[in-house]
């Protein structure tokens, strides 16, 4: 059974920095990919980031370029997304996902239908 899950959600001030991980297991493919999602009340599903199961690819949303990173530990399944210098309109639920097969490299890779698995959320709210 493939399972993902994020931790690391919380309250932190403007300016701030978080460390989510997603921590993924019973994958059986050799090629695939982690994402990183956010949505924020009314609002929708909005794809921040991702890493290729090798590592040596990654993508940005532009709302986040510069000030998230995302890495991966493949010793321990995990991948994280290091989140500095975080604003207000960053507050949302942050989701990781699993893309299985036929994973992007480009902004498709920032698409909620490139993935097939996905985690329960964590919320991440940032005080002004």
């Known amino acids: 059974e493939v399972l993902v899950a994020e931790s690391g959600g919380g309250l932190v001030q403007a300016g701030g920095s978080l460390r989510l991980s997603c921590a993924a297991s019973?994958?059986?493919?050799?090629?695939?990919?982690i994402g990183w999602f956010r949505q924020a009340p009314g609002k929708e599903r909005e794809g921040i980031s991702y890493i290729s199961s090798s590592g040596d690819s990654t993508y940005y949303a532009d709302s986040v370029k510069g000030r998230f990173t995302i890495s991966s530990d493949s010793a321990k399944n995990t991948v994280y997304l290091q989140m500095n210098s975080l604003k207000p309109e960053d507050t949302a639920v942050y989701y990781c996902?699993?893309?299985?097969?036929?994973?992007?490299?480009?902004?498709?890779?920032?698409?909620?239908?490139?993935?097939?698995?996905w985690g329960q959320g964590t919320q991440v709210t940032v005080s002004s």
């Open positions: 019973g994958f059986i493919w050799d090629d695939y990919a």
């Open positions: 996902a699993a893309c299985s097969t036929g994973c992007y490299r480009d902004h498709r890779s920032l698409l909620v239908r490139s993935y097939d698995y």
